[in-house]
């Protein structure tokens, strides 16, 4: 299967703790991009990496996220100190660079009780 | 900030009916994208659109990039019980170095036997 994935699938945390989500972008996808989504909701972007450097954060991505992509492939995006608040699915994308079609991973759901 | 308004909200129709939604917005995209969400799933792309004007099918699916640029709408002719699911569509627009895309809320479809 060469298309975006993610791990977990899902995840139950109890509030307070640290989450960490993994992203494997389509392998010769430039950009890749995270967006949360809750239910009955359209995604929302939360931040995009062109390879290794984040271009772009969007104002839901709190200083308790951080996203990374050391190399340009992987991706992680951490979530600290977890809060009810953040239950959602955490969807991965990637693209090629410009106008390009972004393509989505399976997503992973974020419960926390 | 750039909002899109899709309709209709949810669908519930009888197998074998066809289906119009559409997405409208106060703002001009570059590209309209439609995907397909089914429930615990990431978004999966059923039609791009590139061109003011554009009239694309997929199968049973067509989509139209409206003249403004500022609309789009997605037929699906003949519906079967494995159309459930909820329908986005999204545009993408230049935004300083990048290519953002916006969702709308989502149209849930329903499909009775």
């Known amino acids: 299967d060469t298309g975006v994935s993610q791990d977990p699938r899902h995840k139950i945390t109890k509030r307070g703790q640290n989450v960490t989500f993994r992203c494997d972008p389509i392998s010769e996808h430039n950009r890749l991009y995270w967006y949360r989504q809750t239910l009955g909701q359209g995604p929302e972007f939360l931040t995009y990496?062109?390879?290794?450097?984040?271009?772009?954060k969007s104002r839901l991505l709190s200083d308790r996220f951080s996203a990374e992509r050391p190399k340009g492939s992987f991706s992680t995006l951490e979530i600290q100190r977890t809060e009810q608040g953040d239950s959602a699915m955490y969807l991965c994308?990637?693209?090629?660079?410009?106008?390009?079609?972004?393509?989505f991973g399976e997503g992973s759901w974020l419960t926390v009780v | 900030g750039q909002q899109l308004n899709q309709s209709p909200q949810s669908m519930f129709i009888q197998e074998g009916e066809d289906v119009s939604m559409n997405c409208t917005s106060s703002s001009i995209f570059n590209t309209w994208l439609w995907y397909k969400q089914d429930p615990g799933e990431g978004p999966v792309l059923l039609i791009a659109?590139?061109?003011?004007?554009e009239l694309t099918s997929n199968g049973r699916l067509t989509a139209q990039f409206g003249i403004t640029r500022k609309d789009s709408f997605l037929n699906i002719s003949a519906s079967i019980p494995s159309d459930v699911g909820i329908y986005f569509c999204a545009g993408q627009l230049k935004m300083d170095s990048s290519y953002k895309l916006i969702f709308g809320s989502g149209t849930r479809l329903l499909v009775r036997p």
């Open positions: 659109l590139y061109k003011a004007g």
């Open positions: 990496f062109q390879n290794e450097a984040q271009l772009e």
């Open positions: 994308a990637s693209s090629l660079v410009g106008p390009a079609i972004i393509y």
